[in-house]
């Protein structure tokens, strides 16, 4: 599957309705941003149970603000709705491959529960 792109129209539906979704954000004038692309396109296509979408930090402003980008690129991923991943930087492709294995591999009822813990934790503050 190759990559789509997402907008504040499509972003929320696609995260929820995803079992795991990768986000590049990027735009056309950021370097790092030209070497990740075709790394990104490529692990697309290795993996056809993921869904890689891409988002235009220029034409999205507002979406990239929300989700508290600073610095481009920066490779998000979603696990059953939960964002479970969160970096800026180019990964070269074994360092994604990486992260693609370790998002597949998580216990996502250790992962609610985690939450749910540390949201107990902060209402008892």
């Known amino acids: 599957m190759s990559t789509i792109n ?6 929320e539906k696609t995260v929820t309705e995803s079992d795991i979704l ?3 954000f990027w735009a056309e004038w950021c370097g790092p941003c030209k070497q990740f692309g075709p790394v990104y ?6 993996n056809p149970d993921i869904k890689f979408g891409k988002i235009d930090t220029e034409a999205e402003q507002a979406l990239a603000s929300a989700a508290g980008i600073t610095s481009i690129p920066t490779l998000m991923a979603f696990r059953e709705g939960v964002l479970v991943f969160a970096q ?12 693609i294995g370790a998002v597949r591999d998580l216990d996502m009822n250790a992962v609610r529960a985690d939450i749910e813990a540390q949201r107990a934790k902060a209402a008892a503050e």
Do not use: I, R
Not at 6 to 11: C, E, I, M, N, V
């Open 6 to 11: 997402l907008t504040a129209d499509d972003f």
């Open 22 to 24: 990768l986000v590049d």
């Open 88 to 99: 800026p930087g180019a990964l070269p492709a074994p360092m994604l491959n990486n992260v």
């Open 41 to 46: 396109e490529e692990a697309s296509k290795q």
